[in-house]
């Protein structure tokens, strides 16, 4: 059950912590549109919904 939800949490720090760096220069530069954001998480939401990638509520849901 740990590693289960070590893995869910690596999977989502490597997709979440690259947007928030990249987020975060596109907004100090005024550059940061909602393309990029679609962009960004249209394939990881995608991959989510048919499967690929573990749901990163599935920790939290399993704990109750």
Same mark, same amino acid.
């Given at each position: ?6 893995? *869910?949490? #690596? /999977?989502?720090?490597? +997709?979440?912590? $690259?947007? @928030?760096?990249?987020?975060t220069?596109?907004? *100090?530069?005024?550059?940061?549109? %909602?393309?990029? @954001? /679609?962009?960004?998480?249209?394939? $990881? @939401? #995608?991959?989510? +919904? *048919?499967? /690929?990638? %573990?749901? %990163?509520?599935? $920790? *939290? #849901?399993?704990?109750?």
């Amino acid at each position: 059950m740990m590693g289960e939800t070590q893995r *869910i949490v #690596a /999977v989502w720090a490597v +997709l979440t912590l $690259p947007f @928030i760096l990249f987020a975060t220069y596109l907004w *100090i530069h005024d550059d940061l549109s %909602p393309r990029f @954001i /679609v962009a960004y998480w249209f394939a $990881p @939401i #995608a991959l989510t +919904l *048919i499967g /690929v990638f %573990p749901a %990163p509520w599935q $920790p *939290i #849901a399993e704990s109750v």
